[in-house]
């Protein structure tokens, strides 16, 4: 124990595109910053545009690019989002139609409308 002592370990999760996850665990300096995880294993230049428009969180929580580290943080880069998800369900909706969705999807044979 005596090498690693104040030392992080830390996972890079990054979304490079669609279903597609690069991830990768690394043992950084107990200063380190969220800046630091990214620069030791090249994740933002795997992104288009070298990551520019990505947004960066620790375990789901949008953070800045200079906030400190904890032991067993989960470092993630997320991807711009192509669609904004409310447009996305309206089409789908408008697509489907309200016969399809909901209460009205399956009717059993000879039930009352909406049963």
Known sequence: MGDDHGAL????VVCM???SVG???LQLP???TVADALKACEAMSLLPQGGASAAVGIWGRQVA???PLAPGDRVEVYRPLKVDPKVARRERFARQGA???GLFARQRPGAKSGY
Request: glycine share 0%; net charge neutral.
């Open 23 to 25: 991830e990768w665990t």
């Open 99 to 101: 016969r399809t969705t």
């Open 30 to 32: 107990a200063s380190a």
């Open 65 to 67: 690019l200079d906030c």
């Open 9 to 12: 370990q830390i996972t890079v």
């Open 17 to 19: 595109a669609p279903r």
